[in-house]
């Protein structure tokens, strides 16, 4: 049974930062991404990571987040620097059996979600 379980999460003053941890279990996946959906807006791509660590990333949080897995931990991270209020919303972390792409209806598996707070 494959299980994605997201934490670190919290309330954080803007400018701030947060590590995010996304735990897999089951199985590995080639890639893996990060998603977060704030109140009254769909969910988005925020960055992703294949096995070898290939990367891609949301234009709206290139040189603040940085992506990154331990494969012998089975663990994905996403580190979050100069926080922004905008960036309040549930992240969710995401698995795909390919490479990482931009889209929601690639990925097969989820994780329940953390919520992330930025406070101005």
């Known amino acids: 049974q494959v299980q994605l379980v997201e934490s670190g999460g919290g309330l954080v003053q803007a400018g701030g930062s947060l590590r995010l941890s996304c735990l897999t279990s089951g199985r590995t996946f080639y890639g893996m991404g990060w998603f977060r959906q704030a109140p009254g807006k769909e969910r988005q791509f925020v960055g992703g990571?294949?096995?070898?660590?290939?990367?891609l990333y949301a234009e709206s949080v290139k040189g603040r987040f940085t992506v990154s897995r331990d494969n012998a931990k089975n663990t994905v991270y996403l580190q979050m620097n100069s926080l922004k209020p905008e960036d309040t919303a549930v992240y969710y972390c995401a698995a795909i059996l390919g490479a990482p792409t931009t889209s929601v209806n690639d990925y097969r598996y989820w994780g329940q979600g953390t919520q992330v707070t930025v406070s101005s």
């Open positions: 990571i294949t096995w070898d660590s290939r990367l």
